[in-house]
C-alpha cells in the first residue's frame, strides 16, 4: 500500500463545548459530520498544517494543543490517517466555512447526536470518555 495521507482535525473547544462541522453535500464524505482540519502539505508539521487549515477554512485564528489520538479510514488506493489535535480559538468563534454547510457547538454527550465520517468516530469516542483539553500555557 502506499503512503498513507496524513490530515489533520481540530477539536475546537469553548468551554464544555465541542465544534462540530457537516461537509456540504458536495464534496467526498458530503453530509457527514467532521472535526475541521484539512491536509499536510510538505514541509509542515501537524500543527502548522491545522493553524493554516483552519485560517483558510473558517477564517480563525488558532492555539493548537495536545494530540487526541488517530483515526483511520481506507481510501481503495491508499489509507487516510487523521490525527487530532485540541484546539483553543485566538478570538471569535467562525460563522462559516468554505467545506462545511453547517458548524454546531455540542456537548460531548450531544456528540453521538450526529452522523460522524469514520474517520472522526476513534476521537468522537476519546472525548466522550472523558478526555480533557490539553494546552501549553502562551
Known amino acids: 500500500m502506499s503512503t498513507p ?37 510538505p514541509g509542515e508539521s501537524p500543527q502548522q498544517a491545522l493553524a493554516r487549515e483552519l485560517a483558510e477554512e473558517l477564517g480563525v485564528r488558532a492555539q493548537v494543543g495536545g494530540f487526541i489520538g488517530r483515526g483511520v479510514q481506507d481510501l481503495g488506493e491508499r489509507e487516510l490517517h487523521l490525527d487530532c489535535y485540541w484546539v483553543r480559538l485566538l478570538g471569535d468563534a467562525p460563522r462559516t466555512s468554505t467545506d462545511h454547510d453547517l458548524l454546531r457547538w455540542c456537548t460531548p454527550a450531544e456528540l453521538t447526536d450526529l452522523t460522524w465520517a469514520a474517520p472522526d468516530r476513534p476521537i468522537v469516542r476519546r472525548v466522550q470518555e472523558g478526555m480533557r483539553p490539553m494546552f501549553e500555557d502562551v
Open 5 to 41: 495521507l496524513l490530515v489533520v482535525g481540530a477539536v475546537i473547544t469553548d468551554k464544555e463545548r465541542i465544534l462540530a462541522a457537516r461537509r456540504r453535500p458536495e464534496l467526498r464524505a458530503g453530509g457527514l459530520w467532521e472535526f475541521p482540519g484539512g491536509k499536510v502539505e
